[in-house]
């Protein structure tokens, strides 16, 4: 700013002095050319004196007043008569001199009021100051006595003056413009404290304050200052603290947020919708615009949509594919003054939602399929023997089949029973007092499966391993898992093949595995095959006598108990279920 404010400093500093030095030659020229009439006034006045009658004036020669003047003084005397014949001249021929009638001093000095004239006089050669009187000569006739001095003489005065004045006027500029210049940097310190301030406030240092302590404008200012410093503080931090308060609720929501501006110019964006959308939540979005996460996904086909309404609803629901899951999306238009500012996204995963309430409808149809089919059957049993069956094998035969029927519905309502009480049961592994012997238990449950892998000429080849720890596993579910892994084995295995059970510690995990040599299970099945009443071929699995929910079963009992359950199989190699269930229990 000093290199703004300085050069105009100077420039009217210099304006300044050259109109004082203008001002001034022009008053000391006036002074000079002053003190050079009031000698020629009193030349006059002496000369005029001693001229006593018209034989003086038209033959001075011999006038002592004259030729002292002349002897004295640079001052040219010169008389004319009334018709401005020249009659005498100190410095001149007078009759080779023009006649001056017309001449300014003499005009004057025969109208009665005689000033001084300055020209540059061709005679002389150089500029002159006349002044003239006229006098009454005592023949009546009027004569006229004028009075010059060469004004070289006074130029000469002037010029010297002026030259001092210059060099008095040169350290004078010099002295002002040193004041000047330090006047200004101390006036713009405090404006350059206040840049500075400004800078340091604009950079977030809201720590800084001003100690201007002046009693003046600017110390006003400072004061000012700092109480606004102090007072963005305190809004900075209040700020920063919604904005880690808001940060750490956007972080914690597990629904995905979203806020752009009216070009979709992203202004938040939380964890929760970066993994939505699947993209780096890594990098910078703040800024970016939303179609660069997905530029043709159908959100932003329902999005323009949305926002393109006028309608008073201010939320509304869409449900669209991000990939391969289903996100309910609430689309919000931010209103400011009726001018929309920006637009909000609520995005929700539904995907696990939209699978249950599949799974629930199939279970739903699978359940009444699988009780109408026995019930079907007892009932067109029961309506053939009301009519009356005259064979008692027959008779007989409808019987046993009723009774096979009945006993596949209880069956089915005690695992539809199981499943439920599972689904519904909050405790997990951390609740789980129980701790049973696992190699007792799966013994018995061999036994059980037995009889039926005898009818089937199946054999049931077991390894426990001896000294095995025990478990924390309810010892009901353990029964249930074993019994269910070795029925489902035996009943898809052909007949006179083999069931290999092995029970083994390995480090601190408990290993349950239970191999057969059935059918096996297509590598797209392997997904489904625990869910309910799947069936990789359900007829079948129906004539086998299966409700198809004993996997499920197992699968729910093995989460319940903090274990983990795979499966590997091949079609027409058999399969092998393996239980890993975690020893010590933190």
């Not at 100690?211 to 410093?229: C, F, K, Q, R, V």
Request: glycine share 6%; hydrophobic share 40%.
């Amino acid at each position: 700013m000093i290199k703004k404010i300085f050069p105009s400093v100077l420039l009217i500093l210099t304006a300044t002095l050259l109109v004082m030095g203008i001002f001034t030659y022009h008053n000391t020229k006036g002074l000079y050319y002053d003190f050079v009439e009031d000698g020629l006034n009193r030349a006059l006045t002496a000369i005029e004196g001693s001229i006593l009658d018209s034989e003086d004036f038209y033959d001075p020669s011999e006038n002592l007043m004259i030729r002292h003047t002349m002897e004295s003084s640079d001052y040219r005397i010169t008389l004319i008569d009334e018709e401005g014949r020249v009659v005498f001249d100190t410095d001149r021929d007078a009759e080779t001199m023009q006649n001056h009638a017309d001449r300014p001093e003499i005009l004057d000095a025969l109208s009665g009021n005689p000033t001084r004239s300055v020209r540059y006089s061709e005679s002389i050669g150089a500029d002159m100051m006349y002044k003239a009187v006229a006098m009454e000569l005592d023949d009546g006739s009027t004569g006229i006595l004028r009075v010059s001095m060469k004004l070289s003489l006074t130029r000469d005065i002037l010029t010297m003056s002026l030259r001092e004045l210059a060099v008095y006027l040169f350290f004078a500029f010099a002295a002002a413009a040193l004041f000047s210049r330090y006047l200004i940097g101390y006036m713009l310190r405090p404006v350059k404290d206040i840049s500075f301030f400004a800078k340091k406030i604009a950079g977030g240092d809201y720590e800084e304050r001003m100690s201007w302590y002046a009693n003046d404008e600017i110390g006003d200012l400072a004061t000012s200052l700092n109480d606004m410093a102090d007072r963005l503080e305190e809004t900075f931090q209040m700020l920063s603290n919604r904005n880690v308060e808001l940060e750490v609720i956007l972080k914690s929501i597990l629904d995905g947020i979203i806020a752009v501006d009216p070009t979709y110019h992203i202004k938040i964006i939380n964890n929760s919708a970066l993994q939505l959308l699947g993209v780096d939540p890594n990098r910078h979005w703040v800024g970016k615009n939303l179609r660069e996460i997905l530029p043709k996904d159908s959100l932003f086909r329902e999005m323009d949509d949305v926002y393109a309404k006028d309608g008073d609803e201010s939320v509304y629901y869409k449900e669209v594919k991000i990939g391969d899951k289903t996100v309910r999306v609430a689309y919000g238009k931010i209103n400011d003054n009726d001018q929309v500012n920006g637009y909000i996204l609520v995005l929700q995963d539904i995907t696990q939602i939209r699978r249950l309430e599949n799974i629930r409808k199939d279970f739903v149809a699978n359940v009444s399929h699988e009780l109408k089919t026995p019930i079907t059957s007892i009932k067109g049993f029961v309506e053939t023997l009301r009519e009356g069956v005259d064979d008692e094998a027959t008779r007989n035969h409808f019987y046993d089949i009723i009774e096979m029927e009945t006993q596949r519905l209880i069956e089915l309502v005690e695992d539809i029973l199981t499943l439920s009480f599972l689904e519904n049961e909050e405790s997990g592994r951390e609740g789980v007092e129980d701790r049973i012997h696992p190699g007792v238990v799966l013994r018995e449950m061999i036994q059980m499966a037995s009889k039926l892998a005898r009818e089937k000429d199946i054999r049931i080849e077991s390894q426990i391993q001896s000294d095995l720890p025990e478990i924390p596993f309810k010892e009901e579910y353990f029964r249930q898992m074993c019994l269910n892994l070795l029925d489902n084995a035996v009943k898809y295995s052909p007949p006179a093949s083999k069931v290999w059970v092995t029970l083994k510690r390995e480090e601190k995990y408990l290993k349950l595995i239970i191999a057969d040599q059935g059918m096996g299970i297509p590598e797209e099945a392997k997904e489904r095959i625990f869910e309910r009443f799947y069936r990789v071929e359900k007829g079948r699995g129906r004539k086998e006598g299966g409700t198809g929910l004993g996997l499920a079963i197992v699968k729910h009992i093995v989460q319940s108990q903090g274990a983990t359950i795979t499966v590997d199989s091949e079609p027409g190699k058999g399969s092998t279920f393996t239980v890993t269930i975690e020893i010590v229990r933190y």
